[in-house]
């Protein structure tokens, strides 16, 4: 029990501003930590994951508050530094359980325990957020007569709290990321320590607590789990084995970087079994986990002589003499060595992340970094698509490495990764950049019934039908050995003698042509059987081309069981497969197995969505229940159901929706999310902090404020791309800014409409706080899944048109606001 002196009312200062200003940094902070630290442990999914868990946090603390807040009040400095250090406390503590779980995410369909752990791993993220937004809300009720300046700090310390996560990304290992922010919420214990006035021993034995735990924190290494099926957990074990060492390590925002030397390791892509000469000594190069590249630890190019017989050495055997290459995303060396074999008269390797051209540098010589020093390479740290946008050079060779794999990895678990390079607007621009002769080249793996390379076929025919007026049936030519298929695009008009000679070269590599203009379907004789329509002498590949090229592209699509439209700047999800419409074929096909042969990427996002919504229903809505007489006998309960759950829906529509259109211009989700943040945070806090000077009622600022979001918004989609090419050349860090400033007026207005409606309430002494509370809360868990699973289906474009149809909603609520209250 709180001693007696914790009755005594604490009065509002600086320092409580600055407790929770400090305090929202290190809540925001800690979710793209864990975001950072998750996307190494397990997948991208992960890392919305973590924004839905920790706003189911945000509502049930409200919740919460809503039915104790009375009781608790009335110790309020002894409960909320109590809350403080559970916060402090339950971070180590639940990421430490939650990394120990034997979680599997891939037998997630399959197992009905893995779908508990599951569960079990989202509760116990969601406990440090309960703990954070129950000190965040307690703050703000207690404080009520100056909320809005208290959630302007909180707001504005939130938004900071992103660009010190990115900081700290540099200097912490991502494991350990989510534990190091217990010094910051000490900071804020001690803050609020000072603000409220109390010296009891039980407030005196909470501080030197919070000390000894964020100490603690510094110091303590918690587990390194690592979704089994990930490259990095079988190199860990051969390590315990003694058959791999660990030669560096680096880590950022962009990723963790990992360099291993095992001699059983041999990784040389679609290397045909016919090769005369065996793959030289390689490391394995890991980024976040998965094997990004190989390290040939060769000094000379007859070396990698391996690589002549890779799919990826067709396309040089059709070119000119000493082609200027073009290689976007290699990172390993080894197609800068095929480049060279191949007599390239120049390579540029483009890359995206700044620590790997500093790891080649500090690699000696013999194992393998020497290669992008060599005279005729150019090596450029860019993202991909950027330098794409940016530059006006003209190549013979565009080699998309970035996209080049076995398959769809990891049950498609990858399906959720936005990529701008595999678009039709990204092909299309590097089109633009080859010469007259010049090619586009990918060699991707084949799956059974085949997807990726369908895909494929269907984006560079789309981006040469609708970027240009040419035919793309004589633009493209398809080969595959039994391994993976290699698409190229030409830049002109294929020409019989360039067909005759493409069939040539595929038949020296035992490779079967799969597509040339004007070949004939019934005169293919596969040397590589691959699965096929009964009683034809073709591949479902080859089917599937004729189709997109020369039959109905878009029947096929529809009939199709994966989907294989090709994806645009406005829908970037290559890897993205699910459709909804096969369901049935799944259901007829594989019986009581159909769930586990869906693509597992959406599935488990959609599993996501039905988990927390069922979870923040519970946690958030149901406890309200137990007030239900006093809310039966409230007046405009509709109104303020519709306007609460309406802003929750519409800033998350919104927030998600630009996380995601702006990882194209940043080139990082992790910097994108941080960016986004910081924005909205920082410039909605000084938008709430405005009101109190503003002299106008609340439903009129509700007015103003969708107005200024519609108007704002409307010049953020129309403009934005034309601004961002000014500033496309700069660095990183320009580039961040202009993202903070261009979302900083639609920020300011949606900074607006939570709490005039909570003054509202608050002005007609209203028993629907509490109620309000937790459908806004409610509504942003469930629509921070839903916005991505929105995006996937229909572009980004058209849910931020449903975030501000939500908006308008909103506003036209509050025309129905009525009674008592009513201050109009």
């Keep these: 029990m709180p001693p007696e002196k914790s009755f005594i009312s604490v009065q509002y200062n600086r320092w409580s501003a600055a407790s929770i200003f400090f305090f929202s940094i290190a809540v925001i902070a800690l979710q793209l930590m864990l975001m950072r630290a998750l996307a190494v442990s397990h997948y991208y999914h992960f890392s919305y994951l973590v924004i839905s868990t920790a706003l189911l946090g945000f509502g049930a603390s409200g919740t919460f508050l809503a039915l104790f807040f009375d009781r608790l009040k009335q110790h309020f400095?002894?409960?909320?530094?109590?809350?403080?250090?559970?916060?402090?406390?339950?971070?180590?503590?639940?990421?430490?359980?939650?990394?120990?779980?034997?979680?599997?995410?891939?037998?997630?369909?399959?197992?009905?325990?893995?779908?508990?752990?599951?569960?079990?791993?989202?509760?116990?993220?969601?406990i440090p957020f309960f703990f954070g937004g129950t000190v965040i809300g307690f703050m703000l009720s207690y404080y009520k007569?100056?909320?809005?300046?208290?959630?302007?700090?909180?707001l504005i310390g939130s938004g900071l709290g992103g660009i010190v996560a990115l900081g700290l990304m540099f200097l912490v290992p991502a494991y350990k990321l989510p534990v190091v922010i217990a010094p910051i919420v000490f900071i804020a214990m001690i803050l609020f320590f000072i603000s409220s006035g109390n010296r009891s021993k039980p407030a005196v034995v909470l501080i030197i607590l919070g000390f000894a735990g964020s100490a603690f924190s510094l110091f303590f290494d918690p587990p390194r789990q690592i979704d089994p099926y990930k490259s990095l957990a079988h190199f860990q074990q051969l390590e315990r084995q003694g058959d791999a060492n660990q030669i560096d390590q680096r880590f950022g925002p962009r990723g963790q970087i990992d360099l291993y030397s095992s001699p059983t390791f041999h990784y040389t892509l679609f290397a045909s079994p016919l090769a005369t000469t065996l793959p030289p000594r390689q490391l394995a190069l890991l980024i976040d986990g998965e094997i990004?590249?190989?390290?040939?630890?060769?000094?000379?190019?007859?070396?990698?002589?391996?690589?002549?017989?890779?799919?990826?050495?067709?396309p040089y055997r059709l070119l000119p003499d000493e082609p200027r290459v073009l290689l976007l995303g290699e990172t390993g060396g080894a197609n800068i060595w095929l480049a060279k074999r191949m007599g390239a008269g120049s390579v540029t390797v483009v890359q995206n992340n700044p620590q790997l051209q500093q790891l080649y540098t500090d690699l000696e010589q013999e194992k393998g970094g020497s290669v992008f020093f060599d005279d005729r390479v150019e090596l450029v740290t860019d993202d991909l698509r950027l330098f794409l946008d940016r530059t006006d050079e003209q190549f013979d060779l565009i080699h998309l490495v970035a996209g080049e794999t076995t398959a769809t990895g990891s049950g498609g678990l990858q399906g959720l990764n936005e990529d701008y390079l595999l678009t039709t607007e990204a092909i299309a621009r590097a089109r633009e950049l080859l010469t007259d002769t010049g090619m586009i080249s990918i060699t991707r793996g084949i799956q059974s019934p085949p997807r990726d390379n369908i895909k494929i076929a269907a984006l560079f025919a789309d981006a040469?039908?609708?970027?240009?007026?040419?035919?793309?049936?004589?633009?493209?030519?398809?080969?595959?050995?039994?391994?993976?298929?290699?698409?190229?695009?030409?830049?002109?008009?294929?020409?019989?003698?360039?067909?005759?000679?493409?069939r040539t070269e595929a038949l020296?590599?035992?490779?079967?042509?799969?597509?040339?203009?004007?070949?004939?379907?019934?005169?293919?004789?596969?040397?590589?059987?691959?699965?096929?329509?009964?009683?034809?002498?073709?591949?479902?590949l080859h089917q599937a081309i004729m189709e997109i090229l020369t039959g109905d592209a878009d029947r096929f699509f529809d009939q199709w069981a994966y989907n294989v439209r090709a994806p645009?700047?406005?829908?970037?999800?290559?890897?993205?497969?699910?459709?909804?419409?096969?369901?049935?074929?799944?259901?007829?096909?594989y019986g009581e197995q159909w769930f586990q042969r869906l693509e597992l990427g959406y599935i488990i996002l959609l599993i996501t969505f039905i988990q927390l919504s069922a979870a923040a229903l519970v946690l958030i809505i149901l406890p309200l229940l137990l007030r239900l007489k006093t809310y039966r006998a409230a007046k405009n309960k509709m109104p303020t159901f519709i306007y609460f759950f309406a802003i929750g829906t519409g800033f998350m529509f919104v927030e998600i929706t630009f996380i995601q259109i702006f990882i194209r211009f940043l080139?990082?989700?992790?910097?994108?999310?941080?960016a986004i943040f910081t924005s909205i945070l920082i410039f909605s806090g000084l938008g709430s902090i405005s009101q109190k000077w503003l002299g106008l009622t609340a439903q009129h600022r509700i007015r103003i404020a969708v107005a200024g979001i519609l108007f704002t918004t409307a010049l953020l989609l129309l403009f934005t791309n034309s601004i961002l090419s000014y500033v496309i050349g700069s660095g990183i860090a320009v580039r961040y800014a202009v993202t903070v400033l261009l979302l900083m007026p639609v920020s300011f207005f949606m900074g607006w409409m939570f709490p005039s409606g909570m003054e509202i309430l608050e002005t007609g002494k209203s028993s629907l706080i509490p109620w309000a509370w937790g459908i806004n809360g409610f509504a942003s868990v469930t629509s921070a899944p839903l916005a991505i699973m929105?995006?996937?289906?229909?572009?980004?474009?058209?849910?931020?048109?449903?975030?501000?149809?939500?908006?308008?909603?909103?506003?036209?609520?509050?025309?129905?606001?009525?009674?008592?209250?009513?201050?109009?």
């Design 77 to 126: 400095s002894f409960w909320n530094l109590l809350f403080h250090f559970l916060f402090l406390v339950s971070i180590p503590v639940s990421y430490t359980i939650a990394q120990s779980l034997p979680l599997d995410t891939q037998y997630v369909l399959y197992s009905s325990a893995q779908l508990w752990l599951l569960i079990g791993y989202n509760l116990l993220i969601f």
């Design 145 to 154: 007569k100056e909320v809005a300046e208290l959630y302007g700090s909180n």
């Design 292 to 314: 990004r590249g190989s390290l040939f630890s060769i000094d000379h190019q007859d070396d990698a002589a391996i690589m002549d017989f890779t799919p990826q050495s067709l």
């Design 464 to 502: 040469i039908s609708k970027h240009s007026y040419d035919n793309a049936e004589n633009h493209l030519l398809v080969s595959r050995n039994y391994l993976a298929a290699n698409t190229i695009l030409t830049n002109r008009e294929i020409l019989h003698s360039l067909a005759e000679q493409f």
């Design 508 to 540: 020296n590599l035992q490779m079967d042509v799969e597509y040339y203009p004007g070949i004939r379907s019934e005169n293919i004789d596969q040397m590589n059987l691959i699965e096929g329509q009964d009683g034809q002498p073709f591949s479902y």
């Design 568 to 589: 645009t700047d406005n829908i970037p999800y290559f890897q993205d497969y699910f459709k909804w419409a096969s369901l049935g074929l799944f259901l007829e096909t």
């Design 667 to 674: 080139g990082d989700p992790i910097v994108s999310v941080s």
């Design 790 to 824: 929105l995006s996937m289906s229909i572009g980004f474009g058209q849910v931020i048109l449903l975030g501000l149809a939500c908006y308008i909603l909103a506003m036209l609520t509050s025309f129905f606001w009525k009674g008592s209250f009513s201050t109009v």
